[in-house]
């Protein structure tokens, strides 16, 4: 079976994900108006940023511009029908703990490429037409990354690969809050931290998705806005696109 490597670790190794298993197809489905992406980009109240005084604006800015929550992306019934499916398909596959590069613990994944529920196919592609709505050259991956992280589980900080991801990564999260840190790879003291409530949907472009590691935090004690967020076990969907042809 042929493996496609998909994520770079900060240590630079590649992390063996899955194979592809579609064929590319140009997307061109209309936004739905429910979502506006200017509208939700409310960063301050997602969005704890750790910079440096005199880096503080234009890393302030970058985020602005490259990574988006938005809240509420699906509803408390969505969420249910999605899971419905999805458990059906991870039922089988055991939590994995030593992962052979240590990037991620606690997990199971698969892939989806056709939703048996008409009714998610309809929720996915909504959201695909979000996440990918201001990039009209782009070619949003068919098939949908899965993964799913049990109470301890956690993922390490890494950036995906250039050679099989473009330019956006989108993640709907299920099940639980969790926090994302993202930190510069250059300069890992520059961060912020992101909340990505339950059935949100977070959009990391650009600058954002070259440049800065992501990770998803396991629980702990720090709050987030004074709120202490308890990470639970947590399924995300994660939408890529396809690297450019170059
Ligand atoms: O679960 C997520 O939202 C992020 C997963 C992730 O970092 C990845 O698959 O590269």
Redesign the pocket.
Known sequence: MKITS??KTSTNKFVV?HEPVTRLRRFTTSVPEAHSLLACNNNKQYIDCRFPKEVAASRQNVFDRYFTVVPDAVTENEEVQLIDEIEKSLKRLRYQHDHWDDAIHGYRETEVVVWKNQTNGDIIQRLRSLAFKDDSNTVPMQRV?V?D?CDDGY?KA?V?SIKFCGNI?A?L?LLSDSI?RLADEAEPHIHVRAL?PRRSL?IMKDDVRYKYT???LPDNDEPFNGKRIVRKR?V?I?FRNEPPVS
């Open positions: 998909f994520l994900l990354h993964l992280i993922v890494h995906d990564i993640g999260s994302m990505l977070y992501h990770e998803i947590r995300s994660v």
